[in-house]
């Protein structure tokens, strides 16, 4: 039996950082974790022009969630009451500017890759 070392885990393409980014798209799909919202951003400028980078989240909105965080980020404003008990449209987010930071996490298999951690209006 032969025996090899692990492959060396490619590097994230997008280094830790703030970037101008556009949340280019947003959809649902499901892992291992459930159901999810993926958000693309698109990154605008810089030496990672045109590069897109991820985020999900659960697709439950409380004022605690991750997809509350990230809805108040791009609109750079609080959620209302109404909001938040009747629902928000996230096609209205698609084309917004923001700010993101990315920063490089490690996979439960060892890959890295480029998550954004944070979003703020631009």
């Not at 556009?22 to 974790?33: A, D, G």
């Not at 989240?57 to 791009?74: C, D």
């Amino acid at each position: 039996m032969l025996v090899k070392p692990k492959q060396a885990a490619p590097s994230a393409g997008i280094k830790d950082g703030t970037y101008l980014a556009t949340l280019s798209n947003i959809k649902p799909f499901s892992n291992n974790y459930g159901p999810r919202v993926g958000f693309e951003f698109t990154i605008v400028g810089g030496a990672h022009d045109s590069q897109k980078v991820m985020r999900s989240t659960a697709p439950q909105l409380t004022s605690q969630s991750k997809l509350a965080e990230l809805i108040e980020g791009v609109t750079g404003r609080a959620l209302t009451g109404k909001e938040l008990s009747e629902g928000f449209d996230l096609a209205e987010l698609v084309g917004a500017q923001c700010n993101i930071l990315v920063l490089q996490q490690r996979s439960k298999t060892g890959a890295v890759y480029s998550n954004v951690e944070r979003v703020f209006k631009a």
